[in-house]
């Protein structure tokens, strides 16, 4: 009987160990699905970055010391630690000649050179150091990601017209809770990035208020900057195309469980509160939508206005603006009605200082303040009156007193008039007081003109107020 015993006991722990075996097997197999899956989901690669500062040689006699003829090369002023530059052992007052057999000119040779690179591709500098010529090789290191206090930051990204975009989205880690309120960011028309904001940046500071406050906070590199990798870059979009990025993104916001699908709000800033009433919400619904110095108006009728407003603003008289009026009507009618491309409105002499002076258009080329004309040109085509009525989210319509670039207090007014006339009590207007465009503290619109290009004053005087009005606003609506 115990020698039957012992035989059974030993059949049952063979096949225990057996069952044993199967069972973790199938949790590696299990475990390397999943990193395989989510290796095959990351498509895309952290952009290069050289990780130096530099300056460009703007005198003969400093290129003379290095032992060179012409004014060329880029000096390095200093290297981060661990980036490219520190691996390839440059060294502060290093002169750069070449970055992969390209010479260096300036600044716009170096980002040219390597905006098309990313993580791992290899890299070959060529420098001078104490009248020695030298070069170095070995591979580009990537951006170093964003870092926030007592925050996550989550790199992702979205398919956008078989290209990807990169999305970033910071949470905060000091709670208890495992959901969050989301506000989904739209910025302005501008192709910047987005990622890797410094901490003198104003939006910088707004993230970091909502973040305090306990929301998620989503932000979207537009086509082909950054990390986003399409066929088509931003500067080449149209208006529609534009709006698909954000709404892509918006869409991708389904799969995160730490967001509480029952608290998004799209906060829309300068042109992304354009797009904000656009993003279609058949996914997911919206709670909220808040914008902040934008445009309700036809685009034709904002152009206008804006000659009209600005100039004085400046400082021209009266009356001689009132004269330059004529031209400028006749000037956006074709441009921004009849559709004609800037290369046609660079014929008519009369057109060429508006091209030049207000848009930056210095010859016959299809770019206006670094966008496409055709993005310009689709403004036209919406209807924002249209779009604010078919709007069922809750809406808070935001002017800052000093916004000399969204300058109307009336486009706000009329926001939140137009929502409440088709959906009652669903809107509400308020005036950001002592703040402009950027977030920044000023007394009016001409103190704003005064400070605009002062990134220290911008810095120094960041007005946190906006923060507090939007979210006193979110807790003021009913729950779900």
Not at 50 to 68: A, E, H, V
Not at 72 to 101: F, M, P
Not at 252 to 260: E, P, W
Not at 299 to 315: A, C, K, S, V
Request: proline residues 3%; charged residues 25%.
């Amino acid at each position: 009987m115990y020698g039957g015993f012992f035989f059974a006991c030993f059949n049952s722990q063979e096949i225990i160990d057996t069952m044993v075996k199967k069972k973790l097997q199938f949790i590696f197999t299990i475990i390397f699905c999943v990193i395989i899956s989510s290796l095959n989901a990351q498509i895309l690669k952290r952009k290069a970055s050289l990780g130096i500062y530099i300056k460009p040689i703007q005198n003969k006699d400093l290129s003379i010391s290095y032992g060179i003829d012409s004014i060329e090369g880029i000096l390095v002023t200093g290297v981060h630690e661990k980036s490219t530059s520190h691996l390839l052992g440059l060294k502060k007052g290093d002169l750069i000649l070449e970055i992969n057999q390209q010479k260096v000119k300036n600044y716009n040779t170096v980002y040219n050179v390597i905006k098309s690179h990313v993580s791992g591709d290899s890299v070959e500098v060529r420098f001078i150091r104490n009248g020695d010529t030298k070069t170095s090789k070995g591979y580009f290191v990537g951006r170093p990601f964003e870092e926030r206090r007592n925050a996550k930051v989550l790199y992702d990204e979205v398919t956008y017209y078989n290209g990807t975009l990169r999305t970033i989205i910071a949470y905060p880690t000091n709670t208890y809770k495992d959901k969050f309120p989301v506000i989904f960011l739209i910025q302005g028309y501008g192709c910047d990035s987005y990622d890797n904001l410094t901490n003198t940046s104003n939006v910088s500071k707004v993230i970091d208020g909502f973040l305090s406050k306990g929301y998620a906070v989503v932000r979207t590199q537009k086509p082909n900057i950054g990390d986003s990798k399409c066929k088509i870059d931003c500067k080449d979009l149209d208006f529609y195309q534009e709006v698909d990025a954000f709404q892509a993104s918006f869409d991708a916001l389904n799969k995160y469980s730490f967001i509480d699908k029952n608290e998004i709000y799209i906060l829309g800033l300068s042109m992304g509160g354009v797009i904000a009433p656009m993003i279609q919400q058949n996914k997911l619904k919206a709670k909220g939508i808040v914008v902040f110095g934008t445009v309700s108006r036809p685009w034709f009728e904002y152009f206008i206005d804006q000659y009209r407003r600005q100039n004085i603003l400046l400082g021209q008289d009266f009356v001689e603006n009132e004269q330059g009026v004529d031209n400028i009507l006749k000037f956006y009618y074709d441009f921004m009605i009849n559709k004609k491309s800037p290369i046609e409105l660079y014929k008519n002499s009369k057109y060429r200082n508006i091209l030049k002076y207000s848009w930056g258009n210095i010859g016959d080329n299809m770019y206006l303040n670094g966008r496409h004309a055709k993005y310009w040109q689709s403004l036209q085509d919406i209807r924002p009156y249209k779009r604010w009525k078919d709007c069922s989210s809750y809406v808070l319509s935001l002017w800052g007193e000093g916004d000399f670039v969204a300058f109307s207090k009336e486009d706000h007014v009329m926001i939140s008039k137009v929502v409440n006339t088709y959906h009652p009590n669903h809107a509400t207007y308020l005036t950001v007081p002592f703040t402009d465009h950027s977030f920044t503290k000023v007394s009016n619109q001409k103190e704003s003109i005064k400070y605009w290009n002062n990134y220290k004053y911008k810095r120094d005087n960041y007005n946190p107020i906006i923060v507090e009005l939007i979210n006193r606003w979110t807790f003021s609506l009913p729950r779900r």
